[in-house]
């Protein structure tokens, strides 16, 4: 939350310092007072893409935390947090570097391809919160909670739970096979819940309500557990096959504009 907050805030501050020049058509704004100073050569619109370009480089340390940290760098929730942040406030400084406009292909494959970075990054951030961590034992420990205030139902509960298994998809699934198990686990999860809601007798106590709420709520994570893990490995496949490319298209960005004497403070 502190984060998006600071992205909005960043965002609105960018706004507001140009929104006058921004507002202009591409011919007006040749007259604008800001216009040597926020055009994509100028020394705050140039600052703006080597600003991106260097939160890029910085947002492919959560792949290096990923494949090689250990604990003590710290939680990988909190470099995820990270990851979306810098991809999200790089994607913001290239639409201010670029002034709004799209004048060059290089330009264009740059923005294009960070945008679908950052799309596939938001619905990776989304696949990773519904993906259950530990799916099997929450199951039990939500069956456990309401046997605590319900004695003798837990069995029966469980069998039928069971009796209604959510798809086997294997681990090295593609991005296809996952997405095809979708409406199973779907379709499993409603069934158990109202095999759940068949089972149990009307709650009258607010912690049955709870507990019962928790128990389908396990048990639809459960349905999807292999699924959602097999989907979210195969989606990370194709973020980081883009973000490849948005690598290469800001490098070469970054190399032409260096090239033609673009260099920012480094002139």
Same mark, same amino acid.
């Given at each position: 939350?502190?984060?998006?907050?600071? #992205?909005?805030?960043?965002?609105?501050?960018?706004?507001?310092?140009?929104?006058?020049?921004?507002?202009?058509? !591409?011919?007006?704004?040749?007259?604008?007072?800001?216009?040597?100073?926020?055009? +994509?050569?100028?020394?705050?619109?140039?600052?703006?893409?080597?600003?991106?370009?260097?939160?890029?480089?910085?947002?492919?340390?959560?792949?290096?935390?990923?494949?090689?940290?250990?604990?003590?760098?710290?939680?990988?929730?909190?470099?995820?947090?990270?990851?979306?942040?810098?991809?999200?406030?790089?994607?913001?400084?290239?639409?201010?570097?670029?002034?709004? =406009?799209?004048?060059?292909?290089?330009?264009?494959?740059?923005?294009?391809?960070?945008? !679908?970075?950052?799309?596939?990054?938001?619905?990776?951030?989304?696949?990773?919160?519904?993906? +259950?961590?530990?799916?099997?034992?929450?199951?039990?420990?939500?069956?456990?909670?309401?046997? =605590?205030?319900?004695?003798?139902?837990?069995?029966?509960?469980? %069998?039928?739970?069971?009796?209604?298994?959510?798809?086997?998809?294997?681990?090295?699934?593609?991005?296809?096979?996952?997405?095809?198990?979708?409406?199973?686990? %779907?379709?499993?999860? %409603?069934?158990?819940?109202?095999?759940?809601?068949?089972?149990?007798?009307?709650?009258?106590?607010?912690?049955?309500?709870?507990?019962?709420?928790?128990?389908?709520?396990?048990?639809?994570?459960?349905?999807?557990?292999?699924?959602?893990?097999?989907?979210?490995?195969?989606?990370?496949?194709?973020? %980081?096959?883009?973000? #490849?490319?948005?690598?290469?298209?800001?490098?070469?960005?970054?190399?032409?504009?260096?090239?033609?004497?673009?260099?920012?403070?480094?002139?």
């Amino acid at each position: 939350m502190i984060l998006a907050l600071v #992205l909005v805030a960043i965002t609105v501050a960018l706004g507001y310092r140009g929104y006058s020049f921004y507002k202009l058509s !591409l011919e007006d704004r040749v007259e604008h007072p800001d216009f040597r100073t926020l055009r +994509p050569s100028g020394m705050i619109g140039n600052g703006y893409g080597w600003g991106a370009a260097l939160l890029v480089v910085l947002n492919l340390s959560y792949l290096i935390r990923r494949r090689f940290g250990g604990a003590k760098l710290g939680s990988m929730r909190v470099w995820l947090d990270l990851h979306v942040f810098t991809g999200m406030l790089a994607a913001v400084l290239v639409s201010f570097h670029s002034a709004f =406009q799209l004048r060059t292909p290089i330009a264009t494959a740059s923005t294009a391809s960070l945008a !679908l970075v950052v799309l596939t990054g938001l619905i990776g951030r989304f696949l990773y919160a519904l993906a +259950p961590v530990s799916g099997r034992e929450r199951l039990r420990a939500a069956l456990d909670d309401y046997d =605590q205030l319900t004695p003798g139902l837990r069995d029966r509960l469980a %069998r039928a739970i069971a009796e209604l298994p959510g798809p086997d998809v294997p681990a090295n699934a593609s991005l296809l096979r996952s997405l095809w198990a979708i409406p199973s686990w %779907r379709r499993v999860a %409603r069934l158990r819940r109202g095999a759940i809601e068949l089972l149990t007798p009307p709650p009258t106590l607010r912690d049955e309500r709870r507990a019962i709420a928790e128990l389908v709520k396990a048990a639809a994570a459960d349905a999807r557990a292999s699924a959602t893990a097999a989907l979210l490995r195969s989606w990370r496949g194709l973020h %980081r096959f883009f973000a #490849l490319v948005m690598l290469a298209a800001v490098f070469l960005h970054a190399g032409v504009a260096w090239y033609y004497g673009y260099r920012w403070i480094f002139s």
